[in-house]
């Protein structure tokens, strides 16, 4: 079945550094892939939508400067967390619908993100 | 307005017995899809089952079943013979079809199975 592969599972940083975290769709091509951001004991909230070869759609209230979002290539998509600050830490999790209408959406693992 | 309305923060369920987790959606597109995904501790999304808005039939897969119930704009997720394992954290999800494609999460409810 489809999979989708994301990096770091975990990463510790300090205060002002970047994190680069990569979702790949290993065994099709994902034209669309979605970021999502998760506190704990919360639900999981949409930040922004990444598109091949376009700029990614961002929610309201999602700092586009803050969450670089690229997606060079139908199999990655990549979210940098500039200048991370503690208030950033949190579960990102991203996700790849197969195709348009595809019913399921495959989910990376995740990635815990802690600013220190 | 509130999407996806999960109304049960918490849920205990004594093994071998089902489950009922409730769930609500607001759209007014046409064509939308219906998850339910499992997460545990792990922290990964784990697919349980689909419900199309164009699906007559409740879906099932093995122990889950969906009762949806499109009027009330219902689609409850039941578990059956519950087991230890099942003990996570459920969301409800929707994709509006006609519009954004985004999968849009419910707030969860957290599911216990007791022995």
């Known amino acids: 079945g489809a999979v989708v592969s994301q990096h770091p599972s975990r990463v510790i940083c300090k205060s002002g550094t970047s994190v680069k975290i990569e979702c790949r769709s290993l065994?099709?091509?994902?034209?669309?892939m979605f970021w999502y951001r998760q506190f704990p004991k919360q639900s999981l909230m949409l930040m922004a939508t990444?598109?091949?070869?376009?700029?990614?759609?961002?929610e309201q209230g999602v700092e586009k400067d803050k969450f670089l979002i690229n997606h060079a290539s139908l199999t990655l998509s990549t979210l940098t967390v500039t200048s991370a600050h503690p208030e950033d830490s949190s579960f990102y999790i991203c996700?790849?619908?197969?195709?348009?209408?595809?019913?399921?959406?495959?989910f990376g693992s995740g990635t815990q993100l802690s600013v220190l | 307005a509130q999407k996806i309305t999960q109304t049960q923060p918490g849920m205990f369920v004594q093994e071998k017995e089902a489950v009922t987790l409730d769930c609500t959606y607001d759209t007014s597109d046409q064509s939308y899809g219906l998850f339910w995904y499992k997460q545990p501790s792990s922290g990964e999304m784990i697919f349980l089952i689909y419900q199309g808005s164009y699906d007559e039939q409740n879906a099932t897969e093995g122990r889950y079943s969906l009762n949806f119930q499109k009027a009330r704009k219902s689609t409850n997720l039941v578990i059956s013979a519950s087991q230890l394992g099942d003990s996570a954290m459920y969301f409800c999800a929707m994709r509006e079809m006609d519009s954004s494609y985004k999968l849009i999460f419910g707030s969860g409810t957290r599911l216990l199975v007791r022995p």
């Open positions: 065994d099709f091509q994902a034209t669309t």
């Open positions: 996700s790849a619908p197969p195709g348009p209408t595809n019913e399921k959406l495959f």
């Open positions: 990444s598109n091949e070869g376009s700029k990614a759609t961002y």
